[in-house]
């Protein structure tokens, strides 16, 4: 029997318990209570208890607001467990999840369900797991009158109409990573601020100290840096604190793998932006995202789903119905490719030495390894980024990473896998096949244009092997680099901003 059986058999329920909050000090604690049911008298139920932490809240700027803000608190926090409950339900993989702390109604159910076969897909896919089985799973959600039964009338008070939350300010939320994306809007959207170029109409003439604020997620030491540099006063810090059990469990050989981080990203923004009435929303997930990985049981598998276009227009729709219907959440660089992202970030030299997008560089391997905090050079990231970056900075690209990637015969195969010459697609956040070739392609051109220079391994190899197949290059490069996709949900004003941007 396949481990996931033996798993699913003795561990038949995981259960969203209840979540509690409170604010100590200037931080809201927010904490989870979930629990993984064993069917086995001698192996004892697992508990889990996450918590997240919001820095700088002020308390009475929520006992102001009253009752009606709390039971919005109250919501918000309560689909913020929803989404955490991903990385423990995965361990496991139970057949039934059961929520107890709060109410879900049939469309919600169903907008789970989809999230969880699309967002949890490389999971599935990397643990042989088939998901597409009509008995895979059951989310199971008690009846209101049963709520209000459990805890005398307190849940009850969660089960509200949502309302849009009063004083939105016309202000915008970056959520801020170590990369380059995260760069790009901050600085588009912070110099477009300071010239009133959004929102003049707006009745809020912005008192605010700030109309552009970050948001960190456990910073690393390239997001500080980043907001540092880009001068983001007043931060919003949040910490998200893993219970140590799930990390146990990983190293007893329980399932792991990846959950839609961004998913979680976005849940927690709508969270930040009630706390400290912002209207906007801004990510910086970009189009390349839209694309998947491989195929499996007839479905494709993208690493990116929950940076995707099909995700943010559920996830709108969603928040709009059942979180909050003030805020406009909307992912900046949606209509670019990520090459063309490189080229604009190319502008801003200040960063090269502060981001880092290497998610090795990150890895623990569930607490066996200390983070190296730098780039591996090794991964299918480092060598697209280096790819995209190195037609518009040159030799800078080679001081960032240390060494000249095209020289790395060891990369052959993944360049393979990023240009679409193998079936499978890296499961990393890098640029579509298409856009990989055009890159590939324009590191060809500036290095047999330069006189006396001999072509590095890997471009030698794309020269003699992968050109000739694709006669077009010259075209398609000039397309996607001047390509912007009309599938976005760009205020206008946001959209013609970045329109300005590019045309400069």
Known sequence: MKKVEVLR????????ENFDWKIGKKDLKISFNFRIESAENRSPHIYFKPKVIIKNIDKN??????VEFRRVLDNLIFNLGLIEILSYWKATCSPEIEIKAGYLNKEQIKWWKDLIKKGMGQFFYENKINFRKPSFLKIK???RSDLCQIDRGRTCGKITEVR???KLKNKVLVPVGGGKDSVVTLEILSSFAKASAFDKSSADKSKDKEKIQCLALNPTRASKKIMKIARCKSSIIVERKIDKKLLELNQ????NGHTPFSAYLAFLSVLITALFEFKYIAFSNERSSNEGNV??????????YSK???FEKKFREYSQKYLTSGVQYFSFLRPLYEIQIAKIFSKYPQYFNAFLSCNEAYKTYSGKKKPTRKWCGKCSKCLFVFVSFYPFIEEKAIRIFGKNLFADKNLLPLMLQLIGEEKFKPFECVGTKKESLVAFYLNWKKYTGLTGVKLPFLLKYFQNKVLAKYPDLEKESKKIMNSWNKNHFLPKKFEETLKKTISS
Do not use: C, M, T, W
């Open 252 to 255: 007893k050989g329980f399932l």
């Open 61 to 66: 700027q929520i006992e102001r607001v009253g």
């Open 164 to 166: 849009p939350v009063a």
């Open 141 to 143: 959600s008690l009846p």
């Open 295 to 304: 195929k499996y049981l007839g479905i494709i598998i993208n690493h990116q």
């Open 308 to 310: 995707s276009f099909d």
């Open 9 to 16: 058999k003795k561990y038949p329920r995981f259960v969203y």
